[in-house]
């Protein structure tokens, strides 16, 4: 038995490849999924699919009410863009930012890590791609990190240490993937799309972050577009 | 028209005072409480009690499922102790502790902050009282704020500052009494007791440093008890 890791899976490419990372590291794997209002269950559903496909010991799924804060495209009505370039993606902080998401996640994250035994967390932020998300950036985690190790009984006490673990903050989209392929991680079973269609839009931002990554990496993304 | 702040709003004693205080500095009053599976919904009605009486302009009520990560008699079928003496409670951490219950509390009050333009979050932890508990010291909630300030797009792009006030943190139970008596807070709306009973058991930890507290400023406490 290895040691455990939680690992934070939103159903994405991104969280896909850290889960896959972390198993190749050869943790034993526990994985936690919110629900926090998203648009649709596309995200959750492909959570569940790489859980089975990794044989994860306990997967968590919390519900959260972020919606009721409002100020978010991803959360309440304000429209997704479309089509954009990627510097426009990279100019400001996006619509699609929920206030104090990751340092939400996170929190979850550190309670069920605690709970279950588990010292690494492990999630997919990236401070390329998304690099106007301030939670996304490596000074954030490590703040993080920090304040999480003052925080619970498992490490003022019980001489534990947290870790936190973001394999993908300093990579691009097509390195992300060019990981990935490498490691056999099913990306036809991840879900990006910003909008819950049956089909991704592919011109959402998330869209199109990741076309552009297979592009550059000359693969075929294996999921289907409108 | 005060700066606005966001209090944590239990119902006890402690986040009573605490919302007189931040009243008494001149802001306008936001509190958030937390439903977290407490074993009865006795604080969150003394809860909208006080924020009815202290007039605030805004409640939010956040739903979080900390009980299905187990491990605490707050939210699971672990008794609650009675009839401990204060030496006893401070010994160890109590199993009333919830694995990052104050991290998961400040991340959503941080969230409604920056929805909400308030850059001071108030809540009641005491280091003194509940020595156990490793969330309630000033080292953590120094390392908390850091983080915050890392987190957000109000404190990376809007150029605020979040502000973590604790103003009981140093106080032991008697202070904070005198403190809420000077300030005529209504400790007759508050609760305390871990049990949801009509009337307080006055022998769980929480009754106890209570009416220790009560008894050492020489008045009655308002609530009634078994």
Redesign the interface.
Known sequence: MGKKAVVLLSGGLDSATTLALAHHDGFALNTISFDYGQRHQREVDAAASLARYYHVEKQ?R?????R????SALTSDIPVPHSRSVEEMSY??PVT????????F???A???A??NGADDIFLGINAIDYSGY??C?P??LA??E???N????A???DGRTFHFHAPLISMNKAQIIRTGIELRVPYELTWSCYEGDKLACGTCDSCLLRLNGFAEVGRKDPIKYR
Chains 1, 2 share one sequence.
């Open positions: 968590q919390v519900t959260i009410d972020l009721s804060f409002g100020a400001d902080i930012y929920v206030p104090a998401r990751n340092t939400v996170l929190s979850f550190l309670a069920y605690e709970v301030p939670d950036r000074e954030y703040a993080y920090q304040m999480a003052l925080a619970t009984k490490s003022t006490q």
